[in-house]
């Protein structure tokens, strides 16, 4: 068993809480990223699962094991930092054979795994080079080979994508979860990148201030907000004032301008109260599109438009709000100029009401 459980995990440094009652269970298997801003708590959060933080208050539990008295080398984790720690003196091989010798394993058994190693991450025939001479993302596969050669149950990585440029995150980030994947090994993953995190999680926990604001899938996460935290930090999102006139069962009427639009409802917000209206910029549909939907439209003025090759971006005026629509840069699609008027409007699963606050 490798499930991790964290049962109310605190840690303060004086009067300053980095993290306040983190309640997870991340299931055998799983890969679980902590996204969050600097700050937030996310990597004191991960070195309080390695063992290299004591918590002020709270439980780790580690397939079923109460490990939070335990000290690093006693909870069978392999971690990976952000800067890889390769050992400049060592060669590759030598690199990912150090915890083994450290295990008193037989030189023929260290031999072995560490050929085995080097296939899995694929540097077959890189056993013999040094740190100089090698690239970024091969220094990152030597680090996985060096942690995953022990066979640990948990796996934690620390932002280990960050030093590298943007062409090998992207070859890397598939990487990486194509391994875990293979090897089923449970992974607690450190990001501020929220591509990272869509792309590569089975779920995600978003931090703030020390908490989790919101724990799920990615499509949840993305789709359904909990905060307004949570939709500003995860992509893009239009917030608009409105009146909500009725809430309940999961759906919403509101009041903007003049026009009365259904929307999504997740937490309870009071009626006649002001609230906030959240839509993503490639729910927002324009022209003919919107009008198909048969939903209520609003009349918009386009403020501006940004070309970015397959998109186009619209800045859009609402009865003095402002708000950014997408939408594929196709011939047949209509387009519009800054200053023109257009109907728009969403269908209602697409649109969530949020509380003011």
């Known amino acids: 068993m490798s499930d991790i459980r964290l049962e109310n995990l605190t840690k303060t440094y004086g009067h300053t809480h980095a993290v306040e009652a983190v309640t997870l269970k991340i299931e055998e298997g799983e890969f679980y990223a902590l996204l969050g801003p600097s700050g937030c708590g996310k990597s004191t959060t991960l070195r309080m699962v ?12 580690i397939g079923g094991q109460d490990v939070t008295p335990l000290p690093p080398e006693k909870r069978d984790i392999g971690i990976v930092f952000q800067n890889y720690a390769i050992f400049p003196h060592m060669n590759v091989a030598e690199n990912i054979a150090f915890g083994l010798k450290l295990r008193k394993q037989s030189r023929a058994q260290i031999e072995t795994s560490v050929k085995a190693a080097l296939d899995q991450v694929g540097l077959t025939g890189f056993g013999d080079r040094y740190q100089r001479n090698l690239s970024g993302g091969q220094q990152q596969r030597v680090a996985l080979a060096r942690v995953l050669v022990t066979k640990p149950r948990i ?75 949570v939709t500003s930090f995860i992509g893009q999102s239009n917030v608009l004032d409105v009146t909500c006139l009725e809430a309940g069962e999961g759906r ?90 257009v109907k728009i409007g969403w269908t209602p699963e697409r649109a969530r009401l949020l509380p003011a606050g």
């Open 50 to 61: 390695a063992g290299f933080v004591m918590p002020s208050m709270g439980r780790i539990w």
């Open 155 to 229: 796996l934690l990585l620390d932002e280990p994508l960050s030093a590298l440029d943007k062409a090998l995150r992207e070859e890397m980030k598939f990487w990486i979860k194509n391994l875990q994947q293979e090897l089923g090994i449970t992974t607690i993953y450190v990001t501020h990148d929220q591509d990272e995190a869509l792309t590569m999680s089975d779920r995600i926990g978003v931090m703030r201030a020390g908490h989790v604001e919101q724990s799920g899938t990615p499509r949840e996460i993305y789709e359904e907000p909990a905060t307004l935290f």
């Open 252 to 341: 919403a009427t509101v009041r903007l301008a003049d026009t009365v639009l259904k929307a999504g409802l997740r937490h309870r917000v009071p009626v006649g109260a002001g609230a906030k209206l959240v839509i993503r910029p490639e729910n927002v549909l324009m022209g003919a599109e919107a009008e198909a939907t048969g939903v209520p439209l609003l009349e918009a003025r386009v403020l501006g438009e940004t070309y970015q090759g397959a998109m186009l971006r619209y800045r859009l005026d609402v009865a003095g709000q402002e708000l950014v629509a997408e939408r594929q840069n196709q011939m047949h699609l209509a387009c519009w100029e800054p200053g023109a008027t």
